[in-house]
């Protein structure tokens, strides 16, 4: 997933003319991995670093373009193909796991707090007698096929 956002990103800003465009767009992909706040220091990072070396305003809205662009991509064509069908968590859990894994490791407990979450209720979804923490945790997983299975079949329909 990282690659890829490092490719969009690189894509975009060599596009709109924006100076160590590689390195910038490396930085945005591995700062991407860090839930909530990653994407908006990315980008705030690389709006500042452009306005530092001389960009013009036309950069900076183009900067904001591309990640309008490389964010929709990615939350609505990359993730589904790749992820399928998403465990879905509830906000107050998700709030708690990453305060909790910051608590516990600093930073890396704040990008393994949501994985370990979902495996968590993954793990209690599928197990009877917790299932209903699974349920607190989240919604029952419901049979939802990912964007590429929906496709296969909107185009195997006769």
Known sequence: MVL?????????????GVKQAI??????GILETVPFVGNLTGSILTILLTIAQGGSSNMVLGIIVVYGVVQFTQSYLIEPLIVGAEVNINPLFTILAIVIGEAVWGIPGMIVALPVLGIIKIICDHVDSLKPYGFLIGKIDEEESSLLDRLKDTFSKK
């Not at 390195?23 to 945005?28: K, V």
């Open 4 to 16: 890829l956002l490092w490719i969009l990103y690189g894509i975009g800003f060599s596009l709109v």
């Open 23 to 28: 390195f910038l767009a490396i930085l945005c």
